[in-house]
């Protein structure tokens, strides 16, 4: 009984160890997202009018530091953005290390289809 103990607790080691071979990084990277909110609040404003919110969004990320991509979330489709039932947002940047940290330069385009002529806009940021 010894022996199988220990014979299994070796085999048991030895897993981990061939999982850590890893794959070389691809040039281009995607990862996405998708929740469900209670309410969406954007700058502390319920956009949502405090009711479920389905929100989702993709991004590319391109190993040189340049990224883009899209997110949307439903709206109450009322208020500010001109009865818009949908906000879709685009972004584009480039991030890279710098100074033992990370530098974020880009821009962010919010958009609200159907909804009011002069309810979209650009964000530029820059994030440290």
């Known amino acids: 009984m010894l022996r199988f103990c220990i014979a299994t607790t070796l085999c048991l080691l030895a897993v981990p160890a061939a999982a850590q071979d890893t794959a070389p990084p691809k040039p281009v ?3 996405g997202n998708v929740a ?3 309410d969406y609040r954007f700058r502390g ?3 949502s009018d405090e009711e479920i919110a389905v ?3 993709v991004t590319l990320t391109h190993e040189s530091g340049f990224y883009g991509g899209f997110w949307g979330s439903n709206l109450a489709g009322w208020g500010t953005f001109g009865g ?3 906000e ?5 940047g480039y991030k890279r290390p710098l100074a033992g940290g990370t530098v974020d330069v880009g821009l962010t385009w919010y ?3 159907g909804g009011a002529a002069n309810t979209d806009f650009g964000e530029p940021y820059v994030k440290y």
């Not at 879709?88 to 584009?92: A, Q, R, S, T």
Request: hydrophobic share 45%.
């Open 55 to 57: 929100q989702g969004g």
């Open 111 to 113: 958009m609200y289809p």
């Open 45 to 47: 404003v319920s956009q």
């Open 29 to 31: 990277t995607v990862s």
């Open 36 to 38: 469900i909110v209670s």
């Open 88 to 92: 879709l947002d685009v972004i584009g």
């Open 84 to 86: 818009a039932n949908l």
